[in-house]
Nanobody, 120 residues
């Protein structure tokens, strides 16, 4: 059974940092592209960052967020710096075989999400 479990969310102030983690089990982690997505209140789910073959970021987070992975720990991370109120959302990690994708339709597995709230 495949499981993706996110952690690290919370309530922070603007300008603060958070690091999200996503621990995967039940998949050959090193062969899967990993994506981070987020869904804010009243908004559609959007791509944030991906890793697998290369890394990519949404324009809104470039220079502030960094995605990384530790294949030995089956874990992908999202380091979020200089957080803004507009970063408030539920953050999800997702996995797909092969390279990562910016489209959430491409992903086979999803975590349950972790809430990030940034106050001004």
């Amino acid at each position: 059974q495949v499981q993706l479990v996110e952690s690290g969310g919370g309530l922070v102030q603007a300008g603060d940092s958070l690091r999200l983690s996503c621990a995967a089990s039940g998949i050959n982690f090193s062969t899967h592209g990993m994506g981070w997505f987020r869904q804010g209140p009243g908004k559609e789910r959007e791509f944030v960052a991906g890793i697998g073959g290369r890394t990519s970021y949404a324009d809104s987070v470039k220079g502030r967020f960094t995605v990384s992975r530790d294949n030995a720990k089956n874990t992908v991370y999202l380091q979020m710096n200089s957080l803004k109120p507009e970063d408030t959302a539920v953050y999800y990690c997702a996995a797909k075989y092969g390279l990562f994708s910016g489209s959430y339709y491409s992903y086979d597995y999803w975590g349950q999400g972790t809430q990030v709230t940034v106050s001004s």
